[in-house]
């Protein structure tokens, strides 16, 4: 039996860590003869889950990002390659953090270890941040003892996940940024400019346009109603958000955007992308198909894809290839499934998914810079066109005003 310890050695420092032993009273014996005083003991799984429930709490949305994840793993494996031990890489890694979240991370690491967990289990303790595909790598890495090379695998990995995120998102800033700005600027001339125009409108003989007419009933309604307007407008993108984050609501984005033409061909590609570039990963680690499908399936959030991995896993269990289903669902991209029938059928079938992945992650990047490019002058037309309607219609009346007066003189 293992129980857990803390206490004070002989110099008055701090110890702690685990010993194995029958009793506590053999293990408070035991640490006596080396020199421990022993100020808590508790069994060793009483402590992990203590310590499991105090790294929840400590956990921080700011702990970590995908790319701290890759670097984290890139640095660790050069230090095991020559020949540090893991306890002392933690520590050194966990001196040299670049922020306390981070910090506090890589320490709820470094305790696991003390505590004699391996090194796959004191990750597991921080699961918001090591997901399972990583833990079971990691433990993969372990028990072949290719650890280094297992951790350079992930750093790869997780860099690859953490650059197509920030292409989707370096190419979508500008369309979006540009969407800002023209709704302020829309929203500006209907709150603040427009009322202005309104006083000068009843002054007119003239009637108004009917455009103008529409846009000052709107501009006066929200200014008259607008503490019911403002909360209405934020209940209910806040319902949708909501709506969106749920099952139900999941499964019904997922749908509408593999529907939609052309967005359904860039979010079957990217998710083809990154579950062959997980299978071949897993795979590559010599972990069981079975095992690596379930692990793929855990860190795939769109339903579809889900499915066909429930169906692949059905099949791999009746012997068949897993190949069929990615072709049987028809939302793996159809050459990408070829491709893993023909690995299959070679026998190299790890490899087969890296190329796919690497070959989608290259076209991926391509097609998202094409989308945004596309998209600006399209919300530059729309958007435009808008302030521009709000703009000649505030101004119309002033320009019937002066051809009457040209017409009367």
């Known amino acids: 039996m293992s129980f857990a310890y803390s206490g004070y050695n002989k110099g008055g420092e701090p110890v702690k860590g685990v010993v194995k032993v029958s009793t506590p009273e053999e293990a408070v014996e035991k640490l006596r003869r080396q020199g421990v005083f022993v100020t808590d003991l508790k069994p060793a799984d009483e402590a992990k889950a203590e310590r499991a429930a105090a790294a929840a709490k400590r956990r921080s949305p700011r702990g970590a990002s995908r790319k701290q994840v890759a670097l984290f793993a890139r640095e660790l494996s050069v230090l095991i390659s020559t020949g540090t031990p893991i306890a002392d890489a933690i520590f050194a890694l966990e001196k040299q953090a670049a922020n306390d979240g981070w910090r506090s991370v890589v320490a709820a690491v470094r305790r696991g270890l003390e505590e004699g967990d391996s090194f796959a289990e004191a990750l597991a303790h921080r699961s918001d941040v090591f997901d399972s595909v990583f833990v079971s790598l990691v433990a993969a890495g372990e028990s072949s003892g290719q650890l280094d090379t297992m951790l350079q695998r992930l750093a790869m990995l997780t860099r690859r996940e953490a650059q197509v ?3 989707i998102i370096g190419a979508m ?5 540009l969407t800002a700005i023209c709704l302020i600027v829309l929203g500006l001339m209907l709150g603040v400019v427009l009322p202005r125009f309104s006083g000068l409108f009843e002054t007119l003989d003239t009637p108004l346009p009917a455009t103008t007419k529409m846009l000052v009933a709107i501009s006066e ?9 403002v909360p209405c407008c934020a209940g209910a993108i806040v319902a949708v958000v909501w709506y969106i984050r749920t099952p139900g609501g999941r499964r019904v984005v997922d749908d509408i955007l593999l529907a939609l033409p052309k967005v359904g061909d860039v979010v079957r590609s990217f998710g083809t992308a990154r ?12 972990v069981p198909m079975l095992e690596a499908i379930d692990l793929t399936r855990r860190s795939t959030s769109n339903h579809r894809f889900v499915e066909m991995l429930d169906r692949a896993e059905k099949l791999v269990t009746k012997g068949e290839p897993v190949s069929m289903a990615l072709i049987e669902t028809k939302v ?3 050459s990408a499934a070829q491709a893993v029938r023909n690995g299959e059928q070679s026998g190299r079938l790890s490899e087969v998914f890296v190329h796919i992945a690497d070959y989608l992650d290259e076209e991926n990047q391509s097609t998202v810079k094409s989308l945004s490019s596309l998209l600006e002058p399209l919300i530059m037309i729309v958007l435009g066109g808008l302030v521009a309607f709000v703009a000649v219609s505030m101004f119309l009346p002033l320009f019937d005003l002066t051809a009457s007066a040209g017409g009367g003189a």
């Open 165 to 167: 995120r920030s292409s």
């Open 173 to 177: 800033a500008y369309p979006i940024l």
């Open 221 to 229: 309604g929200v200014m008259s109603w607008w503490m019911v307007v």
């Open 275 to 286: 579950i062959a570039r997980l299978m071949g990963t897993l795979l590559a680690a010599k």
């Open 332 to 334: 793996f991209v159809p």
